[in-house]
């Protein structure tokens, strides 16, 4: 039997170039301020969700920046640049939500349920999703909160706001 590649790696893959492509010289990001949170899908907390935050405009001269985190089972992340730098620059960002459960390139097993995605897709790309933040000075929590009706609630929360 042969092996059936299925749309979920490639599109993790697809990220992957996206983030690189936009992503700059991080030690020319500027300083960094900690960015955490809590991702919910539908209001509770969820885990093994990427969320990607880009910055919503290059800087003069520069690349963009982008940071990610993978939420852990409480839903809680907290943002790293690819060098494993914690934060990100402040300024306004875009930002993406992917399910990773779906980055896993697995042989089907029958009988093993179809992984459906969580997320709406729209909110995959980081280029296009519709959800924006802006990033100020100090410590500050978010909360991302995916409506899988449709929407997307992105409200800050924590300390610093």
């Excluded at 520069?62 to 852990?72: E, T």
């Excluded at 934060?87 to 779906?102: H, R, S």
């Excluded at 992984?115 to 924006?132: E, G």
Aim: hydrophobic fraction near 40%; charge should be neutral; charged fraction near 20%.
């Amino acid at each position: 039997m042969q092996r059936q590649k299925g749309c979920c790696p490639r599109i993790a893959f697809g990220l992957f170039l996206v983030l690189a492509a936009v992503s700059g010289c991080w030690s020319s990001a500027g300083p960094l301020v900690p960015v955490e949170g809590v991702v919910k899908l539908d209001g509770r907390p969820a885990g093994n969700l990427q969320v990607i935050f880009t910055q919503a405009e290059a800087p003069a001269g520069k690349q963009r920046v982008s940071a990610s985190a993978i939420s852990d089972a409480s839903g809680r992340f907290v943002l790293k640049m690819p060098d494993g730098s914690t934060g990100i620059p402040v300024g306004a960002y875009k930002v993406a939500v992917v399910d990773f459960n779906l980055a896993v390139d697995e042989e089907p097993v029958p009988g093993k349920p179809h992984i459906p995605n969580r997320v709406p897709i729209q909110y995959a790309d980081v280029l296009r999703t519709p959800l924006t933040i802006e990033v100020a000075e100090g410590k500050t929590s978010y909360e991302v909160d995916v409506r899988t009706g449709g929407g997307v609630n992105l409200l800050p929360g924590g300390d610093g706001d």
